[in-house]
């Protein structure tokens, strides 16, 4: 959840001797290339292993080795069903341009009706691509929430959303309505999850919206141009619906300067990462060598924990192509959509940790932020972070594994409230008010670099398995140490402070700009 950082606000300013970056870069760039090559030696003598034999395949004939194709989404996304999303998304497109040119012609303001247009090209695609009764399905969710909407009571939104979710994530009732979809493809139960998933939580966004509308009610039909959007439809990300509603029906659509240019820029950017991932599966085997615990066991401390970091890092980078590729798309319908989440890399705190920053927007604006307040009442944080978890636990479908995850995350982040409200008693906050904003941030870092890891391992998780997660933290907790454990810790302290002198620099950067703003405007008057 994204929040104000409470407890490490001290010494944001604070600079670090260049000698002493430069050190921390040099020991976090020579321990990843270790970790590294620690992970390609394992991948390249095991490649011939059963284990291996499911998920890793002959790969391009360029380089003469296996690929890694254990992730299901990335193969579907950029090798099994690429042509069959880029068909999609470059159709909309089309028809989107195609309909700016006739329209005016035929009499038709075309930036007015832009939406509904969108619409329309979606709901044929959705048509075409599930049936007739997967539409119908999604039509008659969009119904029955659309009726509890209209009696304006948030508490009765939630439970009908929230009911309406359960139906498609718990058994029988997901069984049931995911046999009323006709036909076969690999895609299917994929497309019908990730739909109806989607569909009501964007349901859900324009019922508590409706409820804070004054003046009547939004109609039947905002809803469907809200909800049959086709980039957004089946993978996200969630655009709440006061924001869509603003800028699908903006009419003074112009683009910034540059504009076209970043957009390019990104798409090509997209394209290269996508390129890289694919290389990279070649050599470190980093989704398929979890699955398999003797081999794990076999691993030495760094190479474990390098392991694990880079599944998390892999994981925010497919997020980030992912959503990239959408957002590419939705920017050229000016919209502004959802970024990509914050890098693994760069999280040291739970109160800045997610991988969807769409659903995590969602669920700050309804629940954590709704509840929460300022996030600095210990009881109302809780109940925030009950809350706001156990709808991801709905949302990611319950089941143990995202039982511990959600656990695990609701207390680090109420963790992190509580040694903040520690630490900020005296004595401790006039010790480190006498000791200096340097040290203040050298002493942070430590506690950071642990949460760090707290992080890492609390989603690894969801990422691999309850064992590898288990192996990992067994390791460098309890049989590595004391050598094993401070290492990894003193490698990812370097990478704290590195962080760090990034967000400083950013802060810096900040007041400059907002200092020539002010400037510029005394100037003019």
Same mark, same amino acid.
């Given at each position: 959840?994204?929040?104000?950082?409470?407890?490490?606000?001290?010494?944001?300013?604070?600079?670090?001797?260049?000698?002493?970056?430069?050190?921390?870069?040099?020991?976090?760039?020579?321990?990843?290339?270790?970790?590294?090559?620690?992970?390609?030696?394992?991948?390249?003598?095991?490649?011939?292993?059963?284990?291996?034999?499911?998920?890793?395949?002959?790969?391009?004939?360029?380089?003469?080795?296996?690929?890694?194709?254990?992730?299901?989404?990335?193969?579907?996304?950029?090798?099994?069903?690429?042509?069959?999303?880029?068909?999609?998304?470059?159709?909309?497109?089309?028809?989107?341009?195609?309909?700016?040119?006739?329209?005016?012609?035929?009499?038709?303001?075309?930036?007015?009706?832009?939406?509904?247009?969108?619409?329309?090209?979606?709901?044929?695609?959705?048509?075409?691509?599930?049936?007739?009764?997967?539409?119908?399905?999604?039509?008659?969710?969009?119904?029955?929430?659309?009726?509890?909407?209209?009696?304006?009571?948030?508490?009765?939104?939630?439970?009908?959303?929230?009911?309406?979710?359960?139906?498609?994530?718990?058994?029988?009732?997901?069984?049931?309505?995911?046999?009323?979809?006709?036909?076969?493809?690999?895609?299917?139960?994929?497309?019908?999850?990730?739909?109806?998933?989607?569909?009501?939580?964007?349901?859900?966004?324009?019922?508590?919206?409706?409820?804070?509308?004054?003046?009547?009610?939004?109609?039947?039909?905002?809803?469907?141009?809200?909800?049959?959007?086709?980039?957004?439809?089946?993978?996200?990300?969630?655009?709440?619906?006061?924001?869509?509603?603003?800028?699908?029906?903006?009419?003074?659509?112009?683009?910034?300067?540059?504009?076209?240019?970043?957009?390019?820029?990104?798409?090509?950017?997209? &394209?290269?990462?996508? !390129?890289? +991932?694919?290389? =990279? *599966?070649?050599?470190?085997?980093?989704? %398929? #060598?979890?699955?398999? /615990?003797?081999?794990?066991?076999?691993?030495?401390?760094?190479?474990?924990?390098?392991?694990?970091?880079?599944?998390?890092?892999?994981?925010?980078?497919?997020?980030?192509?992912?959503?990239?590729?959408?957002?590419?798309?939705?920017?050229?319908?000016?919209?502004?959509?959802?970024?990509?989440?914050?890098?693994?890399?760069?999280?040291?705190?739970?109160?800045?940790?997610?991988?969807?920053?769409?659903?995590?927007?969602?669920?700050?604006?309804?629940?954590?932020?709704?509840?929460?307040?300022?996030?600095?009442?210990?009881?109302?944080?809780?109940?925030?972070?009950?809350?706001?978890?156990?709808?991801?636990?709905?949302?990611?479908?319950?089941?143990?594994?995202?039982?511990?995850?959600?656990?695990?995350?609701?207390?680090? &982040?109420?963790?992190? !409230?509580? +040694?903040?409200? =520690? *630490?900020?008693?005296?004595?401790?906050? %006039? #010790?480190?008010?006498? /000791?200096?904003?340097?040290?203040?941030?050298?002493?942070?870092?430590?506690?950071?670099?642990?949460?760090?890891?707290?992080?890492?391992?609390?989603?690894?998780?969801?990422?691999?398995?309850?064992?590898?997660?288990?192996?990992?933290?067994?390791?460098?907790?309890?049989?590595?140490?004391?050598?094993?454990?401070?290492?990894?810790?003193?490698?990812?302290?370097?990478?704290?402070?590195?962080?760090?002198?990034?967000?400083?620099?950013?802060?810096?950067?900040?007041?400059?700009?907002?200092?020539?703003?002010?400037?510029?405007?005394?100037?003019?008057?």
């Amino acid at each position: 959840m994204v929040s104000e950082d409470l407890g490490f606000t001290m010494g944001i300013k604070a600079a670090l001797p260049r000698y002493e970056l430069y050190l921390y870069t040099a020991v976090l760039g020579v321990a990843l290339i270790w970790a590294g090559s620690w992970i390609f030696e394992a991948s390249s003598e095991n490649v011939n292993r059963k284990a291996f034999k499911e998920s890793v395949k002959p790969g391009w004939h360029y380089f003469g080795r296996k690929m890694d194709v254990a992730d299901f989404e990335w193969i579907m996304w950029f090798t099994t069903f690429r042509n069959h999303i880029l068909f999609a998304l470059a159709g909309h497109v089309i028809f989107a341009k195609i309909f700016s040119l006739i329209a005016p012609k035929i009499g038709i303001d075309g930036s007015k009706h832009r939406s509904l247009i969108f619409a329309i090209y979606g709901g044929l695609a959705v048509l075409v691509t599930m049936g007739w009764t997967f539409m119908a399905l999604v039509v008659s969710h969009c119904f029955v929430l659309y009726s509890v909407a209209l009696v304006k009571r948030k508490w009765l939104c939630f439970a009908a959303g929230l009911s309406t979710l359960a139906s498609i994530k718990l058994e029988p009732y997901n069984s049931w309505q995911e046999a009323l979809v006709t036909g076969s493809f690999d895609l299917q139960d994929i497309l019908f999850y990730g739909g109806c998933g989607f569909s009501i939580i964007r349901c859900m966004s324009f019922a508590l919206e409706n409820c804070e509308k004054k003046d009547g009610n939004y109609t039947f039909c905002d809803l469907l141009k809200y909800n049959f959007y086709l980039p957004f439809f089946f993978f996200g990300p969630i655009m709440t619906f006061d924001r869509f509603h603003a800028q699908a029906n903006n009419t003074k659509l112009a683009r910034k300067e540059r504009e076209m240019w970043n957009i390019t820029t990104k798409a090509l950017l997209h &394209l290269g990462v996508i !390129l890289l +991932v694919d290389i =990279f *599966f070649h050599y470190l085997y980093i989704l %398929t #060598i979890p699955g398999d /615990m003797k081999l794990v066991t076999k691993l030495s401390d760094p190479c474990l924990a390098g392991l694990a970091y880079f599944n998390l890092v892999y994981d925010w980078v497919k997020a980030a192509v992912m959503f990239g590729v959408i957002n590419t798309v939705s920017t050229l319908d000016h919209l502004d959509p959802p970024q990509p989440p914050k890098c693994i890399t760069m999280l040291y705190v739970f109160a800045e940790t997610h991988f969807d920053r769409g659903i995590n927007d969602w669920l700050c604006k309804y629940v954590y932020d709704y509840i929460g307040g300022d996030h600095d009442k210990i009881f109302k944080e809780l109940l925030a972070t009950f809350c706001t978890f156990a709808i991801t636990t709905l949302w990611l479908g319950p089941c143990e594994l995202v039982y511990i995850w959600s656990f695990f995350n609701c207390f680090g &982040l109420n963790f992190e !409230l509580w +040694v903040a409200k =520690f *630490f900020s008693l005296p004595p401790f906050s %006039t #010790i480190e008010y006498a /000791m200096g904003e340097a040290m203040s941030r050298r002493i942070r870092g430590v506690f950071n670099a642990a949460n760090f890891w707290a992080i890492v391992l609390y989603n690894v998780l969801s990422l691999n398995n309850l064992d590898f997660a288990k192996m990992v933290g067994r390791r460098l907790i309890f049989k590595g140490f004391p050598l094993s454990s401070l290492s990894v810790l003193m490698v990812t302290y370097c990478g704290v402070q590195l962080v760090k002198e990034r967000e400083r620099q950013l802060v810096l950067q900040e007041e400059a700009e907002q200092a020539k703003a002010v400037e510029a405007k005394e100037k003019a008057e």
